[in-house]
């Protein structure tokens, strides 16, 4: 019915991931499994919503209309089990844009804002741009899965901390945060007075099985410090669309959101990733369901090869999304040497685990939002370098 298994000539149409392999990587040559979009179609409503909208011809000045809140509300109820409002929803023409929008509405200059490490690069880089001070709090692995290190955590938060990044599931870790966690955070951050931006944008990635828990619905009290963002961009495949939504319980925290979000202009969004959201979440549920089913297929056909092919590289399956964090420390090379090897030999496009943290070194990231057939060209190149 959707063929994930179609591959689709994405160079030439200013793609990220193909058409920017030279300034990246420093060569054409390489086949990318970096930046975290996928290589498929997006679902026919979406496609078939931008063709209308296309026909029509009229290209102005749209803002969010009521008709895709409700379709946003509907869909984080009936996926999530959140109940949300239409007057705490606001826009941001993408959850990057929303951070340095966050950390100027919740904090001033030189105050601490803490994440948890390795994640997403921008976490890091938007916090000093910003001008305030970084902090990390590092996760660790045990018995095969990530953990939040507790008493690092408080220790943090204790010591001054105003806003807390959530990566909620967690990239690149993979880890769909349990009812049980975010409540412990979230409690800690009531308790010493931190607010929260809980970017939930691989939210509704949930694989084999495990389950997407929102921070925002773990209780009213942390709801009440939170602001979450969430987009239909990663779900969908719709990220070039520049469009996500900003939620908030909390009429103070919505409130300072929207006034940075309106000094800057930033508030009516683009007209496609209006009419593609609404799309999305009212037919892109049966598409979806099929998704989660080919990405697992994806995770497990990468998770067996490492195990007999290559085991010197190994990797914890993520519980969530398209990302794989592989671990190359035991291949017995340095980081520089593992990124040579990757470029040079295996002509593959990884992402740099540096750029996640300290704890990145000797990791690289892994994008299997492909075809089947090109994750398997990506590891047949892996191995050989390795
Ligand atoms: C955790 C996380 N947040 C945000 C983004 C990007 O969000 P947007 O495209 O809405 O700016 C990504 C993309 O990879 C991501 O992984």
């Known amino acids: ?45 979406v496609t078939e919503a931008a063709r209308r909208l296309s026909e029509h011809g009229v290209f ?88 939040v290190d507790w008493d690092d955590f408080e220790a943090k938060l204790k010591s001054g901390v105003k806003l807390f990044i959530l ?50 619905s773990v209780s009213e009290e942390i709801a009440q410090i939170t602001i979450t963002g969430m987009a239909p961009s990663k779900t969908f495949n719709i990220a070039g669309m520049l469009n996500s939504v900003i939620v908030s319980s909390s009429r103070e925290l919505l409130g300072a959101f929207n006034k940075e979000l309106t000094s800057l202009h930033l508030d009516l969004g683009n007209i496609f990733g209006h009419i593609t ?25 990468v998770y067996d090869f490492l195990n007999k092919e290559l085991p ?6 993520p519980q969530s999304s398209f990302l794989l964090w592989l671990d190359f420390r035991a291949t017995g090379y340095t980081h520089d040497e593992v990124s040579e090897r990757l470029i040079k030999v295996a002509k593959l496009g990884l992402n740099d685990g540096a750029q996640f943290g300290t704890e990145g070194i000797g990791f690289r990231r892994m994008n299997i939002g492909a075809p089947l057939s090109v994750v398997r060209e990506g590891m047949e190149r892996l191995k050989s370098a390795f």
Not at 294 to 301: I, P, Q, R, S, T
Request: aromatic share 12%; net charge neutral; with cysteine.
């Open 167 to 216: 990566c909620n599931s967690h990239n690149p870790l993979g880890r769909a945060w349990s009812r049980e966690e975010l409540k412990q955070m979230g409690d800690l951050c009531c308790k010493y007075g931190v607010k929260i931006f809980s970017d939930e944008i691989h939210s509704d990635l949930a694989l084999f099985g495990n389950k997407h828990t929102v921070l925002a």
């Open 1 to 45: 019915m959707y063929n994930f298994d179609k591959i689709i000539d994405r160079q030439g149409t200013s793609c990220v991931k193909y058409d920017l392999r030279k300034e990246v990587f420093g060569t054409e040559d390489l086949l990318p499994m970096w930046v975290a979009d996928m290589d498929f179609q997006s679902p026919p409503a």
């Open 312 to 317: 010197a590289v190994k990797m914890v399956k």
């Open 277 to 301: 959201m609404e799309a999305a979440y009212k037919g892109g549920e049966d598409w979806l369901s099929h998704l989660i089913k080919y990405l697992e297929g994806n995770v497990n056909y």
């Open 60 to 147: 102005g000045y749209t803002f969010r209309s009521e008709s895709s809140k409700e379709a946003f509300i509907s869909w984080v109820a009936k996926m999530h089990n959140w109940d949300v409002k239409i007057e705490w929803i606001t826009s941001s023409p993408g959850i990057v844009a929303a951070l340095p929008i966050a950390i100027r509405a919740f904090t001033e200059k030189g105050d601490k804002v803490l994440i948890q490490t390795p994640v997403y690069p921008p976490f890091h880089s938007i916090v000093k741009e910003q001008k305030r001070e970084l902090l990390c709090s590092p996760l660790y692995q045990k018995d095969g899965q990530y953990y």
